[in-house]
């Protein structure tokens, strides 16, 4: 007699879905673990000589500048502090965990583990930024060479790696647009960016932040802005053009370069959005389109890890004309030493306190120099195959539908809809999301607005095995299915994951929402104690 | 996500249900519309068969979803076998002369619905019964049109009977609260017939609606009062004195005009100049005489699109005629319109029927929509026909 | 393209050639070539990139970057008196093991059910800080510190519809780049003059620039030159009499010895968060905070997301989603409310996590006795010949400007020295601050100790004596 587990993990051949469920801790919040007197680290005593000579340092301190009651931050001992985040961290899923496909737009890669090994080196993480520059030519050094890879990368012929993320990045280039146009005296009259509405929603906001109007092509059916469009918005007021390309969609607008034309014969400048360059490394660049300005996203196609929202990096090249304005301070090289380089009086000033996420740019630096160029292009390929591939699966989903550019191959992700499926079942987009995580995998809908409606956007990156994205493909069918036969399921999702759903309720009254303990204890406990 | 309210919601939800039956009767068989006896008998001789009643037990069977519905209605073929139909039990209300019923019985269906308390009005018909429902509730009632005429031009329909009902369910769940105006049209059904189209904003109803910019968790967003008051913002703040402003009817052009403290004509097209009306409810002479008047003042009209459809000019401000566009020009023509407004018509453009074909295709091509302060969106125009 | 040899790169699974094969056969494609039939000719780069020649091997890439950071000598090896935004402080073990966790370190921006830990662990980093603040409400981390007070003064503008910004002109020149940038559009900055003895805000002067178009007053309290604005109270009296805000940037980890500006009339309170058990990285480790009164129109002026709990529909579950996410903002005009971006979220959870080791009793003792090492630092220092410290006559918290004018070398001269004896003294601020002459900004930090101290005493007697 044998006992054949595995048989019974497949059906007709096909695995079953998985069995998943979440790690539920019902983990109180950290306040109420408290205990009165407890200690989760002691600090090192001030020596009795210097006690001797200062005697109490608060005593020269007036009474308004004193604190008068110790904070109350939770007590607690060092095992309560590390099980509790062990705890919390078991309730989320990153890809270490899950078939990470489901975060479109965001690239979730895998982010190797010999490059945060590396990031940890003491050598990496206690050094100060002000430290003389003889002792931190190793980190100049890395910085320096990111920069040579990314020109050649982009065809940009110099780059800021300052700014902490995407958006701070294309802010960067908004005040570096900004900034260029009132050097040539015409900021008052030239006071218009033009976006689209599949680029990144930072490209408006951003820009906006900067003090520009925005106006936003909307596509045609191809999927992308037909240049009649874009025709129609430039003018003398333009001072530039912001766009993502490949869009979160997943098309490629071809007529790119006649764009950028448009808005350089108007006088504007161009940068260029490149969080989608996952599927292009090595593919096309920034420079042979005609861009002035673009920026990379290190947490997305350079596989830093994401940190539950950061730290990232948002690094921003510039064409010779308008590195001038760039960001203080960029890395210089000698030919024997490297040097912060502080002397471009043109430069819009600081983005951020440092000169980027210098850890970050480490792991990304490690990364490219684990593939080369080779590796690169391989990155690229594959990730546009993986998004193929899964587009095909998914299009054998009845109710999936991929709007726009019918019949045609996408880059690296998809923007997909559900609309055929909800108008059959009654089941959204967002349910269907739900009942996905009862699966262990994410998905994400879409940016506001719901352009494309009941939308799903699915990014398969270079990093998944072709049974994961079978696997993923699956649990989609599998819900699909349920919302046919047993919709209420899905619509009462999720089950299997940390927490049942939410009553947001609370959270659009003033006088309920809570964005700290202390808020929920004045607001909600008042009655019990 | 949508805002999942789980917390105790009211015991009972009460539903008001009106079928018109004859709605869409004529379009099947070729006769336009089914207004008045003489095109139901017509329709009915030709085969016609009436299919709101049909329409309506889509929507309803969205509403099994609902705890303790209520659902209250008219007898026979004004909604109680639709009900039925769809599996529930009808609290039913009024009487009718079952095969002849007439537009007074679905006035006064709604207004006995609302006086008792139904916390939305769900009608089956077409653009007849919007006004016939619009006359009886005015903006008092929160209402919804499930479809089932010929081409509907008024915008408080879904668009499809299915989406009416899930959204019905959703506003009774109290997972979606949001309400919002939407025009009620009227379409002149004896010009319509005779092959003209002339089309009137009639009114506006309170229907429940869904955001496309409330789906996402991600990003904090404006609602639809913000926007209003940021178009509103932004127009009022680039207004040029000695310059007239013809505003046509809609929400988001009032919306400007209480920006300016300006008690704007709620259906017609008001005249403002430095701040101030000089003209309400004009027709078409009014408007070419005063800009007769003002010849030295340069003028701009300030529309937006009415209707379920898209209609930029012909659906509702035929008073600005071909010549009054002429006149201003296509370069002063200031478009206004949320972003939900553009993004609900996907990717079908702006539509023009001035009934000038020469100044249709003078619309024609892109247009800038102000769509929020220092926020411009660039959308497609086609005349009708042509799209 | 042809290649030589078809490497199977390990992070790329689908690389393997006879997978690949199948799936280009399984979306009836003859190669990948195809994928990218959209892109013109005229835009593809059809020769490989010029880049550096790949390891591989994951031996041979971790020599080649630790060959790299050989070259580094970091804060540990050599006694180090660096501060100026950065600051060394002792990281506890746990902080590093929780955001070294996979399952931190790698998710991102999943649903409030399948990421519940994130949204926990961020709600409470905003609680314990909402405590250090005595403020009900904190946002999500932004970028740094640079980016919380810029957008703080922004939001003050949007909350009182003005547009004049009064700051201290103390403020760090970097910082105020970053202010300049950030509020080109929308507001006129402003910097008071200082008390040349204490450092602190010339109130006399801030009377007389402040009006009914400011829309804030804004001090650091400790100042980036090290010493503490005494009269917080007066200040912010002086900018609520004219209906403008009180905006400050503090320090969080002197938050359990000195007053949370709240409580001296603080309508804004930001900083950065990297002293709170983040380590240096070379600037990497910063995250920004903004903390406002729990008041609506403050709250609906965060561009940033704010996490609330809620209840779930099982009894007793907590859940957490976005507080007012449909923002009605009281600033219509306002050019943009910012943004929401990726930012510093692993760096809150780690702040949190510091903050739940230490406790009231850790954040006290802690604060209190870099006072104290402080003190004593510029007692020893103040001893030596030619050298003055502090430069200012105001109480002090970990950073303090020494004034070398009196040695006649530059501070230049002196770091140089001190480096060859194995310190990094203070940063040199005679360019920043030209008023001051040669002048520097020394740190203390619980880090060092009696024996540092003196040595470093010791080492400038010694260098100044040369």
């Known amino acids: 007699m044998s006992h054949d587990i595995s048989q019974h993990r497949f059906t007709n051949g096909r695995p079953n879905p998985r069995r998943f469920h979440q790690a539920r801790?019902?983990?109180?919040?950290?306040?109420?673990?408290?205990?009165?007197?407890?200690?989760?680290?002691?600090?090192?005593?001030?020596?009795?000589?210097?006690?001797?000579?200062?005697?109490?340092?608060?005593?020269?301190?007036?009474?308004?500048?004193?604190?008068?009651?110790?904070?109350?931050?939770?007590?607690?001992?060092?095992?309560?502090?590390?099980?509790?985040?062990?705890?919390?961290?078991?309730?989320?899923?990153?890809?270490?965990?899950?078939?990470?496909?489901?975060?479109?737009?965001?690239?979730?890669?895998?982010?190797?583990?010999?490059?945060?090994?590396?990031?940890?080196?003491?050598?990496?993480?206690?050094?100060?930024?002000?430290?003389?520059?003889?002792?931190?030519?190793?980190?100049?050094?890395?910085?320096?060479?990111?920069?040579?890879?990314?020109?050649?990368?982009?065809?940009?012929?110099?780059?800021?790696?300052?700014?902490?993320?995407?958006?701070?990045?294309?802010?960067?280039?908004?005040?570096?647009?900004?900034?260029?146009?009132?050097?040539?005296?015409?900021?008052?009259?030239?006071?218009?960016?033009?976006?689209?509405?599949?680029?990144?929603?930072?490209?408006?906001?951003?820009?906006?932040?900067?003090?520009?109007?925005?106006?936003?092509?909307?596509?045609?059916?191809?999927?992308?802005?037909?240049l009649a469009a874009l025709q129609a918005a430039v003018s003398e007021r333009t001072a530039g053009l912001m766009i993502t390309n490949p869009e979160d969609t997943g098309i490629y607008n071809p007529r790119i370069a006649e764009f950028v034309q448009v808005v350089h014969d108007a006088g504007g400048i161009c940068a260029y959005d490149q969080a989608n360059a996952n599927g292009i490394l090595g593919i096309t660049r920034a420079k042979e389109a005609g861009f002035d300005l673009c920026h990379f996203n290190l947490h997305k196609t350079f596989s830093t890890p994401h940190g539950c929202g950061g730290p990232g990096g948002g690094v921003v090249g510039a064409t010779k004309s308008l590195s001038r304005f760039l960001p203080v301070p960029l890395v210089a090289y000698d030919g024997e030493r490297y040097r912060l380089d502080w002397d471009?009086?043109?430069?819009?000033?600081?983005?951020?306190?440092?000169?980027?996420?210098?850890?970050?740019?480490?792991?990304?630096?490690?990364?490219?120099m684990s593939l080369g160029a080779d590796g690169l292009r391989e990155v690229a390929e594959v990730a546009v195959l993986n998004n193929n591939y899964l587009l095909s699966k998914m299009l054998r989903i009845a109710g999936v539908s991929a709007p726009y550019a019918k019949g045609k191959r996408r880059i690296e992700q998809v923007r997909y809809s559900w609309q055929d499926l909800v108008q059959e079942t009654g089941v959204h987009s967002e349910e269907i999301g739900l009942r996905a995580a009862d699966f262990g995998v994410h998905y994400w809908t879409s940016h506001h607005p719901f352009v494309v409606p009941e939308p799903c956007t699915l990014e398969p990156t270079e990093s998944y095995s072709r049974q994961e994205l079978d696997e993923y493909a699956d649990i989609?069918?599998?819900?699909?299915?349920?919302?046919?036969?047993?919709?209420?399921?899905?619509?009462?999702?999720?089950?299997?994951?940390?927490?049942?759903?939410?009553?947001?309720?609370?959270?659009?009254?003033?006088?309920?929402?809570?964005?700290?303990w202390r808020a929920y204890v004045k607001k909600h406990r008042a009655a019990v104690d | 996500m949508d805002r999942v309210s789980t917390g105790a919601p009211p015991a009972v939800r009460k539903l008001g249900l009106i079928v018109n039956p004859v709605a869409g009767l004529g379009g099947r068989v070729g006769l336009k519309g089914s207004d008045g006896n003489e095109i139901q008998r017509r329709a009915r001789e030709l085969g016609a068969e009436p299919h709101a009643n049909d329409r309506a037990v889509e929507a309803l069977q969205r509403l099994h979803q609902v705890q303790g519905l209520e659902i209250v209605t008219y007898p026979c073929e004004m909604g109680a076998n639709a009900v039925r139909a769809a599996g529930f039990a009808p609290t039913i209300i009024g009487q009718i002369a079952p095969g002849a019923t007439t537009a007074g019985d679905t006035r006064r269906a709604a207004r006995e619905m609302h006086?008792?308390?139904?916390?939305?009005?769900?009608?089956?018909?077409?653009?007849?019964?919007?006004?016939?429902?619009?006359?009886?509730?005015?903006?008092?009632?929160?209402?919804?049109?499930?479809?089932?005429?010929?081409?509907?031009?008024?915008?408080?329909?879904?668009?499809?009977?299915?989406s009416a009902g899930e959204l019905a369910a959703l506003f009774l769940?109290?997972?979606?609260?949001?309400?919002?105006?939407?025009?009620?049209?009227?379409?002149?059904?004896?010009?319509?017939?005779?092959?003209?189209?002339?089309?009137?904003?009639?009114?506006?109803?309170?229907?429940?609606?869904?955001?496309?910019?409330?789906?996402?968790?991600?990003?904090?967003?404006?609602?639809?009062?913000?926007?209003?008051?940021?178009?509103?913002?932004?127009?009022?703040?680039?207004?040029?004195?000695?310059?007239?402003?013809?505003?046509?009817?809609?929400?988001?052009?009032?919306?400007?005009?209480?920006?300016?403290?300006?008690?704007?004509?709620?259906?017609?097209?008001d005249v403002i100049l430095d701040g101030k009306i000089i003209a309400q409810d004009a027709n078409e002479a009014q408007l070419l005489a005063l800009l007769?008047?003002?010849?030295?003042?340069?003028?701009?009209?300030?529309?937006?699109p009415i209707g379920g459809q898209g209609y930029l000019f012909g659906r509702g401000n035929q008073q600005i005629s071909p010549r009054v566009i002429e006149r201003v020009g296509r370069e002063h023509i200031i478009v206004v319109s949320t972003p939900d407004k553009l993004h609900s018509l996907g990717t079908h453009p702006l539509l023009v029927d001035t009934g000038d074909r020469a100044v249709d295709a003078i619309l024609t091509g892109y247009l800038t929509v102000v769509t929020g302060y220092n926020e411009r969106a660039v959308r497609k125009v086609a005349a009708d026909g042509d799209a | 393209m042809k290649r030589e040899k078809q490497t199977v790169y390990p992070y790329i699974p689908n690389s393997?050639?006879?997978?690949?094969?199948?799936?280009?056969?399984?979306?009836?494609?003859?190669?990948?070539?195809?994928?990218?039939?959209?892109?013109?000719e005229a835009l593809r780069l059809r020769q490989p990139m010029n880049l550096p020649p790949p390891l591989l091997s994951e031996l041979e890439l971790k020599r080649d970057v630790e060959g790299l950071l050989a070259r580094n000598t970091p804060c540990g090896d050599a006694l180090s008196f660096l501060g100026a935004g950065c600051y060394q402080h002792h990281v506890p073990a746990v902080c590093d093991e929780v955001n070294r966790r996979g399952e931190f370190l790698t998710a991102y921006a999943g649903e409030p059910y399948d990421d519940h830990g994130r949204f926990q662990a961020l709600f409470e980093y905003a609680s314990m800080m909402g405590e250090l603040l005595n403020m009900d409400v904190v946002n999500v981390p932004t970028y740094d510190g640079f980016q919380a007070t810029a957008t703080s003064l922004r939001m003050a503008s949007r909350i009182t519809g003005r547009r004049g910004a009064l700051l201290c002109g103390t403020i760090g020149r970097a910082r105020l780049s970053k202010i300049r940038d950030y509020c080109r559009r929308t507001m006129d900055i402003k910097l008071l003059p200082f008390d040349p003895g204490t450092g602190q805000i010339d109130l006399d002067a801030l009377r007389v620039a402040i009006s009914g178009e400011t829309a804030a007053v804004y001090f650091e309290n400790p100042s980036y030159l090290g010493f503490l604005e005494t009269r917080g109270d007066q200040i912010a009296q002086i900018a609520h009499e004219q209906g403008a805000l009180c905006v400050v940037n503090a320090n969080p980890i002197s938050l359990g010895v000195?007053?949370?500006?709240?409580?001296?009339?603080?309508?804004?309170?930001?900083?950065?968060?990297?002293?709170?058990?983040?380590?240096?990285?070379?600037?990497?480790?910063?995250?920004?905070?903004?903390?406002?009164?729990?008041?609506?129109?403050?709250?609906?002026?965060?561009?940033?997301?704010?996490?609330?709990?809620?209840?779930?529909?099982?009894?007793?579950?907590?859940?957490?989603?976005?507080?007012?996410?449909?923002?009605?903002?009281?600033?219509?005009?306002?050019?943009?409310?910012?943004?929401?971006?990726?930012?510093?979220?692993?760096?809150?959870?780690?702040?949190?996590?510091?903050?739940?080791?230490?406790?009231?009793?850790?954040?006290?003792?802690?604060?209190?006795?870099?006072?104290?090492?402080?003190?004593?630092?510029?007692?020893?220092?103040?001893k030596v010949a030619g050298i003055h410290a502090p430069l200012f006559q105001s109480p002090h918290f970990q950073e303090f400007v020494v004034d070398f004018n009196g040695t006649g070398r530059t501070v230049a001269d002196i770091n140089q020295a001190l480096l060859s004896r194995g310190i990094q003294g203070g940063k040199d601020l005679s360019a920043e601050f030209p008023e001051l002459g040669q002048s520097a900004l020394y740190c203390l930090s619980e880090v060092h100790t009696q024996e540092d101290i003196d040595r470093l005493a010791a080492t400038l007697k010694e260098v100044v004596e040369r």
């Open chain 2, 173 to 269: 769940q109290g997972r979606v609260e949001a309400l919002r105006e939407a025009e009620v049209m009227d379409i002149d059904e004896e010009a319509f017939r005779q092959g003209a189209l002339s089309a009137r904003l009639y009114g506006y109803l309170k229907i429940p609606y869904r955001s496309s910019l409330v789906q996402t968790q991600k990003v904090p967003s404006s609602g639809e009062a913000t926007s209003l008051a940021e178009i509103a913002e932004d127009v009022v703040s680039r207004m040029e004195p000695e310059v007239l402003y013809i505003l046509a009817p809609g929400t988001t052009v009032r919306a400007i005009a209480e920006a300016l403290d300006i008690e704007k004509t709620l259906l017609g097209v």
């Open chain 2, 115 to 162: 006086e008792l308390g139904v916390d939305l009005l769900l009608f089956a018909g077409g653009d007849g019964t919007a006004r016939d429902v619009y006359e009886a509730v005015r903006l008092e009632q929160p209402a919804l049109g499930i479809p089932a005429g010929v081409k509907i031009h008024s915008a408080v329909y879904a668009t499809h009977p299915r």
């Open chain 3, 16 to 40: 393997e050639p006879v997978v690949k094969a199948e799936m280009l056969r399984a979306v009836g494609a003859k190669d990948v070539e195809e994928f990218y039939q959209e892109i013109p």
């Open chain 1, 25 to 226: 801790w019902d983990e109180p919040i950290i306040f109420e673990l408290s205990q009165p007197g407890q200690r989760g680290i002691l600090v090192p005593r001030v020596e009795p000589e210097i006690r001797a000579q200062v005697g109490d340092p608060l005593a020269g301190l007036p009474e308004t500048m004193r604190r008068q009651k110790p904070p109350a931050l939770p007590e607690m001992s060092q095992p309560g502090v590390l099980r509790h985040y062990v705890r919390l961290s078991q309730e989320n899923l990153g890809t270490d965990l899950n078939v990470d496909v489901g975060q479109g737009t965001c690239t979730m890669k895998y982010s190797p583990k010999i490059n945060d090994q590396l990031a940890a080196s003491p050598k990496m993480a206690e050094l100060h930024p002000l430290q003389d520059e003889a002792t931190i030519q190793g980190i100049l050094e890395v910085m320096w060479r990111f920069e040579q890879i990314l020109k050649e990368i982009s065809g940009m012929d110099r780059f800021s790696l300052q700014p902490g993320a995407g958006s701070a990045a294309i802010y960067a280039n908004a005040s570096i647009i900004r900034a260029y146009h009132d050097a040539r005296g015409e900021l008052g009259q030239r006071d218009e960016i033009i976006t689209t509405i599949f680029s990144h929603p930072s490209n408006a906001a951003c820009a906006r932040t900067a003090g520009f109007r925005i106006i936003t092509l909307y596509p045609d059916e191809d999927g992308y802005p037909d």
């Open chain 3, 258 to 382: 000195l007053a949370p500006p709240a409580d001296y009339g603080a309508d804004i309170v930001c900083g950065d968060i990297q002293p709170l058990g983040i380590h240096m990285q070379f600037g990497g480790g910063h995250g920004g905070f903004v903390a406002t009164r729990d008041e609506v129109e403050y709250v609906m002026e965060y561009p940033s997301r704010l996490f609330g709990i809620a209840p779930t529909r099982v009894a007793g579950e907590y859940g957490f989603g976005d507080v007012a996410y449909e923002r009605t903002s009281f600033a219509v005009r306002e050019e943009g409310k910012e943004w929401v971006g990726t930012a510093a979220a692993l760096w809150g959870i780690t702040a949190g996590v510091y903050l739940a080791l230490m406790g009231p009793q850790g954040m006290t003792e802690l604060g209190e006795g870099i006072m104290a090492r402080a003190c004593y630092a510029m007692l020893q220092i103040d």
């Open chain 1, 476 to 516: 989609m069918a599998h819900v699909a299915e349920e919302a046919r036969t047993d919709p209420d399921l899905v619509k009462s999702a999720p089950h299997h994951s940390t927490i049942h759903s939410i009553d947001h309720g609370p959270l659009d009254d003033p006088s309920q929402w809570a964005t700290t």
């Open chain 2, 292 to 304: 007769d008047e003002h010849p030295s003042s340069e003028a701009r009209i300030v529309v937006t």
């Open chain 1, 344 to 368: 471009l009086p043109d430069s819009i000033g600081k983005i951020g306190p440092w000169y980027g996420n210098a850890s970050v740019i480490l792991k990304a630096y490690a990364w490219v």
